[in-house]
């Protein structure tokens, strides 16, 4: 079983290894188990959110796994976002005080002084956006967050701290998979030396969130392309002896994301880690490159980069 190494440098001292594991969706009383199992796997990297409720459950298996392996808890790069909240669906939106308090309330479901990356989750704030953002720089002051950064933010909303004088993003969490590549985006974090995290990575793949509530006709027509026979992603796992999972992550670290894959299958979690003992040749990654088909579909409202 191969352990990742290999990582991404978000500062001169912070470095993100580039596998991470995912647990959008893992229950909090399903976290503990599935993190430590990950760990052992040679997950170095995991990554959670406020709103995905299993905060607690994520700290537990982190802790348990630092004691069963003996490690220490500068060994783990530990993953959450803040919930920023979304008038336009009748929430609340953060303050910067609140913003404080969100982290403290995830430090101690987490049971950790301290996570190494937060993640300003989506640019729903409006005009709060830069007090959250102010907040963030102020968490990080006072230690309690190595790296800061945002998710599904796009090139305006990143110009807007610019432009504020204030500290740009180490990190920008994005959907980004041959079907959603965002060419110019990825350009724009990328010059200006924001480390790029890729998540829904196996969206191509007909298994994709096979969970109800989360099927729309997009996703649903996806499913439908992934399931072909002879998909190109079928057809490159049979090539280079790995699974088509493997394939799109690889993809991803081929292209210089960190990938964030999850998974409730022991043998998957093994799998899906294990990304650096093959690589994908320039054939293939230039027929990866003519399948863009634009904006993604992990978020069911809508582009979740577009001003709100």
Do not use: C
Request: charged share 20%; net charge neutral.
């Amino acid at each position: 079983m191969h352990t990742p190494q290999q990582s991404i440098n978000l500062t001169n001292d912070i470095k993100m290894p580039m596998v991470g594991f995912g647990t959008y969706l893992i229950k909090d009383e399903d976290a503990p188990s599935l993190v430590q199992q990950a760990i052992k796997s040679g997950y170095r990297h995991i990554d959670t959110a406020e709103a995905y409720g299993n905060e607690h459950g994520v700290g537990l298996g982190i802790k348990m796994a630092i004691e069963a392996l003996g490690m220490a808890r500068e060994d783990i790069f530990v993953t959450t976002k803040l919930y920023p909240g979304n008038a336009a669906w009748g929430q609340t939106v953060k303050s910067y005080d609140i913003t404080i308090e969100s982290l403290n309330a995830s430090l101690a479901r987490l049971q950790m002084d301290y996570v190494d990356l937060y993640l300003i989750h989506a640019p729903f704030a409006g005009s709060q956006r830069l007090e959250q953002w102010k907040a963030f720089v102020e968490l990080q002051r006072q230690g309690k967050v190595r790296a800061i950064g945002v998710s599904n933010f796009n090139e305006t909303h990143i110009e807007e701290i610019k432009a504020a004088g204030l500290p740009i993003p180490n990190a920008n969490q994005i959907e980004l998979h041959p079907w959603s590549q965002k060419p110019e985006l990825v350009s724009y974090l990328k010059q200006n030396n924001i480390g790029i995290i890729a998540y829904s990575s196996l969206v191509p793949l007909a298994s994709w969130r096979a969970v109800e509530g989360q099927a729309s006709a997009k996703t649903e027509q996806m499913k439908a392309d992934g399931a072909v026979v002879d998909s190109p992603f079928k057809t490159m796992a049979k090539k280079y002896g790995v699974t088509e999972a493997q394939v799109l992550l690889r993809w991803g670290i081929q292209k210089g994301y960190a990938v964030l894959p999850k998974s409730g299958n022991i043998e998957r979690i093994r799998q899906n880690s294990d990304l650096f003992g093959f690589a994908i040749d320039e054939v293939d990654m230039a027929t990866m490159a003519k399948m863009d088909r634009g904006d993604g579909v992990a978020w069911r409202s809508g582009d979740p980069t577009r001003d709100v």
